[in-house]
C-alpha cells in the first residue's frame, strides 16, 4: 500500500520539471525586473524554437529506446545546401528542401539501423561525422549566407507572434497528436518498453524504428532551417554539438533515455526551460563563466529528480504478494 | 625482333631513369613550405590561406597546402606526411594548442621548421615559432577610439560586449583589452552585459537579443570577432537600432579581425570603429622566421602583428592594409 508520505513525494517528484521551471521563472522574476515581461517570453519562446522541434523528433527516437547524434550534422548539411544551391527560394520553398533533406538523412540512418541492424548509436556517431565532413566540403568550411526569403522568415510573424514559434507550436501539435491517438504512438511506447514483446504481439518493429529516424531526420531539417532563418549564416559551427542541448531538453521534460516513457510535450517544455535559464542569466548579466556550470546544474537536478521517480515508481509498481493468514495454517497441517 | 635480357635491362633503367631523375631534380630544386590550416571556417582564416599561399610563391617556395577539419590526429599525420615531402618549413594553424605538441616534436627530429599561426601552442620544450596578433592591445586601441567618440558625442552610455570561447586565449586577451579602456572611462560607460557566445553564431544571436530586450538603452557594442556580424545585424535589426552614424537610435559599434564585413559595415555607416589583424604583415613574419631558422638564426618564441585601428573617417587612406577590404574588392569587382 502506498503511504501518504510516499503519494505526496512521488506527486512532487512527477511534476518536477513544472516545479524546477517555476522556480527558475521566480528567480529570474525577482532578480531581474525585465525578465517577466511579454516581449522576453517572446524572445524566449523564439530562441527555443529550433531545439524544441529537434527535439520532438529526438523523444521519439528515444522513446524506442534509440538515439540519434547526427541531428546537428543534419541541420549543417541542410543549411548548406539550401544556403549554397537555393539562396534564392521562397521561405516555405527552403523549409521543404531542408526537411526533405533531413528526411533523406534519417532514411540512410534507418537502413543501416533496420537493414543491417548495426547499433542506432554507431550508425549515427558515423553519419554526425559524414554529414559535418559533407558540410564542409560542400561549403568549402567557408561561412554560408541564408537567402532574403529565408531571413525574413526568421524575422517576421502573424498576428504577434514569430513564425519560428508557430512552427513549433505545430510541430508540437501534430507530434501531440501522433503520439497520443495513432497506432504508430502506442507502438512506440510498446517498443521501447519491451521490443521483443511488442514484435510477438504483431507490431510492425522495424517499420515503426525505420519511420521514427526519418522522422527524426525530418524536424532536424526543419530546426535546421527555423536556425537558419535566425542567425542569418552558417559557418563550419552550425549544429554543432546540437545533439547535447536536444537531449537534454528531452531528458529534462521526463523522457527516459532507456526508451518507453516520456513524451513530447515536455522536451519542448525542456527547451523552454534551458532557453529560460540562458535568457535569465543574460538579464542578470551574469559572470559569463557560471553559465555552463548553472545550465549543467539544472540539467543535473532534473535528472536526479527522475532516477529518484523512477525507482519510487518501480517500488510502488512492484508486485506485492499477501499470503492469506488461513493458507499459512493449512500448509502447516498438511505437511 | 629478338631482345636479350641485357638489352631489355638496360633499356628498363633508362626509361626509369628519364622517367625519375627530370623528377628528382625538379624536386631539388624546389622549395616548398606546408600551409596546414585546421579549417576556413571565417573569412579571416580564408584570406589567411590564400595570403599565406602567394607570399609563400613571392619567397619562391611552392606551396603544399592542408585542410585538417578540426581533426587533431588527421593534422598530425598531416604533418609526417609533410615530414616525408622534406618541406623547407611548416606553417600550421592548429585547433587544440596542447594536441600539436607531437608534430612540432617530428618536425623537430627532422629539422624542418615550424611556425604556428594566429594560434600559438601550450607551452612545451618543443622547438616552434608563433605569430600571433597583438590582441589585447589591438583591442584596447580599438575600444579607446570607440570611446574618445563617444565623449565627442556627449552623454552616458550603456555598454555590450560580446566575448568569444572562454577556453580562447584569443578571446580572452579581446575581453581583458575591452575592460582595459572601460573600466577607465566608467564616468561614462557601464557595461550591462558580458555575453558569452562561445564563438557560436546561434547563441550569439539569442544573447544579444536577449540583452537589448533587457537593455533598450544600449548604445555602445563591441564584438570581439567580425565572423559574427550577420548575427549582429540581425538582433539590431529586430530591436530597431541597426541605424548609421548620425541616425536617430545609432549604436556606437566597433569590430574586430578586419574583414570584409567590417569594410562594409564601416562604408556604409553601420560600424564605427574596427579593430584589424594585419594579415599581410603576419603572413610576412610566418615565412620570415620560417627562413631565419633555416639559416640556423634565433626567432623569438612569439612575434607579434600590432595591428591597427580604422574609422570611418580613416577607411579611405588606410584600407589598402585592410585585408577585408582586398576580399570585398575581390567580390564586389
Redesign the interface.
Known amino acids: 500500500m502506498q503511504t501518504s508520505s510516499t503519494r505526496a513525494s512521488l506527486a512532487v517528484l512527477r511534476s518536477a520539471p513544472a516545479l524546477l521551471f517555476v522556480a527558475v521563472v521566480v528567480l529570474f522574476a525577482i532578480l ?1 525586473p ?2 517577466l ?1 511579454v ?2 517570453f517572446a ?1 524566449i519562446l523564439t ?1 527555443s524554437a ?1 531545439v524544441a522541434i529537434v527535439a520532438v523528433g529526438m523523444t521519439f527516437v528515444l522513446l524506442l529506446a534509440g538515439v540519434d547524434l547526427s541531428v546537428g550534422a543534419a541541420m549543417y548539411v541542410c543549411a548548406a545546401v539550401a544556403g549554397l544551391y537555393f539562396k534564392d527560394l521562397p521561405a516555405p520553398a527552403a523549409m521543404a528542401l531542408m526537411t526533405a533533406i533531413g528526411a533523406l538523412f534519417g532514411a540512410i540512418n534507418a537502413l543501416f539501423i533496420v537493414g543491417l541492424g548495426i547499433a542506432a548509436f554507431i550508425v549515427t556517431l558515423a553519419t554526425l561525422f559524414v554529414g ?2 559533407l558540410a ?1 566540403h560542400l561549403s ?4 554560408v ?1 541564408a537567402g532574403d526569403p529565408v ?1 525574413a522568415f ?2 517576421g510573424g502573424f498576428l504577434g507572434i514569430s513564425y519560428a514559434v508557430w512552427t513549433m507550436a505545430i510541430v508540437l501539435l501534430l507530434a501531440l497528436w501522433v503520439q497520443q491517438w495513432t497506432p504508430y504512438g502506442r507502438y512506440l511506447y510498446a517498443i521501447g518498453a519491451d521490443r521483443e514483446g511488442a514484435r510477438k504481439a504483431g507490431i510492425p518493429v522495424r517499420r515503426v524504428v525505420f519511420a521514427t529516424y526519418v522522422l527524426c531526420g525530418t524536424l532536424a531539417g526543419l530546426g535546421g532551417f527555423v ?1 537558419f532563418s ?4 552558417a ?4 549544429g ?1 554539438q546540437k545533439e547535447f542541448p536536444v537531449i537534454a531538453a528531452a531528458v529534462l521534460g521526463g523522457t527516459s533515455l532507456f526508451g518507453g516513457r516520456g513524451g513530447v510535450l515536455g522536451s519542448v517544455f525542456g527547451a523552454i526551460l534551458i ?1 529560460t535559464v ?2 535569465g542569466l ?2 542578470l ?1 551574469a ?3 557560471l ?1 555552463p556550470l548553472v545550465i549543467s546544474a539544472i540539467i543535473f537536478i532534473a535528472v536526479l529528480l527522475d532516477s529518484q521517480r523512477t525507482r519510487i515508481l518501480a517500488r510502488l509498481t512492484r508486485r506485492q504478494i499477501r499470503i492469506e493468514p488461513g493458507v499459512e495454517a493449512r500448509r502447516s497441517t498438511a505437511t | 625482333m629478338n631482345v636479350t635480357r641485357r638489352a631489355f635491362n638496360l633499356g628498363a633503367i633508362l626509361a626509369a631513369g628519364t622517367v625519375i631523375l627530370p623528377g628528382a631534380v625538379r624536386a631539388a630544386d624546389e622549395k616548398t613550405i606546408a600551409i596546414m590550416f585546421d579549417s576556413l571556417q571565417s573569412p579571416f582564416w580564408v584570406t589567411g590561406f590564400d595570403v599565406l599561399k602567394e607570399k609563400a610563391k613571392a619567397a619562391g617556395y611552392q606551396p603544399l597546402e592542408s585542410i585538417s577539419n578540426l581533426d587533431d590526429n588527421k593534422q598530425f599525420e598531416q604533418v609526417q606526411s609533410m615530414i616525408q615531402k622534406k618541406v623547407s618549413g611548416i606553417i600550421i594553424v592548429q585547433t587544440d594548442s596542447k594536441a600539436v605538441i607531437p608534430a612540432i616534436r617530428e618536425a623537430n627530429k627532422a629539422g624542418i621548421p615550424m611556425v604556428h599561426f594566429n594560434r600559438p601552442p601550450a607551452e612545451s620544450d618543443a622547438k616552434s615559432s608563433a605569430v600571433q596578433a597583438d590582441n589585447r592591445a589591438i583591442m584596447k586601441s580599438t575600444v579607446q577610439a570607440l570611446v574618445d567618440k563617444a565623449r565627442k558625442a556627449g552623454g552616458k552610455y550603456k555598454a555590450a560586449i560580446l566575448i568569444g570561447d572562454l577556453g580562447d586565449q584569443n578571446a580572452i586577451q579581446r575581453r581583458d583589452g575591452f575592460f582595459d579602456v572601460v573600466d577607465q572611462n566608467k564616468d561614462i560607460i557601464e557595461v550591462v552585459a558580458r555575453i558569452s557566445t562561445e564563438w557560436n553564431p546561434d547563441k550569439a544571436f539569442a544573447d544579444l537579443t536577449n540583452a537589448l530586450q533587457a537593455n533598450p538603452d544600449i548604445n555602445f557594442l563591441v564584438t570581439s570577432s567580425d565572423f559574427l556580424l550577420p548575427q549582429i545585424q540581425q538582433a539590431l535589426k529586430i530591436a530597431g537600432k541597426w541605424k548609421k552614424t548620425g541616425e536617430e537610435g545609432h549604436v556606437l559599434f566597433a569590430g574586430f579581425d578586419g574583414d570584409e564585413g567590417q569594410y562594409a559595415a564601416l562604408k556604409d555607416g553601420y560600424m564605427d570603429v574596427g579593430g584589424v589583424q594585419n594579415l599581410f604583415y603576419e603572413a610576412d613574419l610566418a615565412i620570415g622566421a620560417i627562413e631565419k631558422m633555416n639559416k640556423g638564426e634565433e626567432v623569438p618564441k612569439l612575434l607579434l602583428d600590432p595591428g591597427f585601428v580604422i574609422t570611418q573617417e580613416t577607411l579611405d587612406q588606410d584600407r589598402d592594409k585592410m585585408w577585408g577590404y582586398a576580399v570585398w574588392k575581390k567580390a564586389n569587382g
Request: proline share 2%.
Open positions: 531581474a525585465r525578465f515581461e516581449q522576453n524572445n530562441q529550433n559535418r565532413g564542409l568549402q568550411t567557408k561561412m549566407f531571413l526568421g524575422q536556425s535566425q542567425v542569418a549564416a559557418s563550419s559551427g552550425f554543432l532557453q540562458q535568457n543574460v538579464l548579466n559572470n559569463p563563466y553559465y
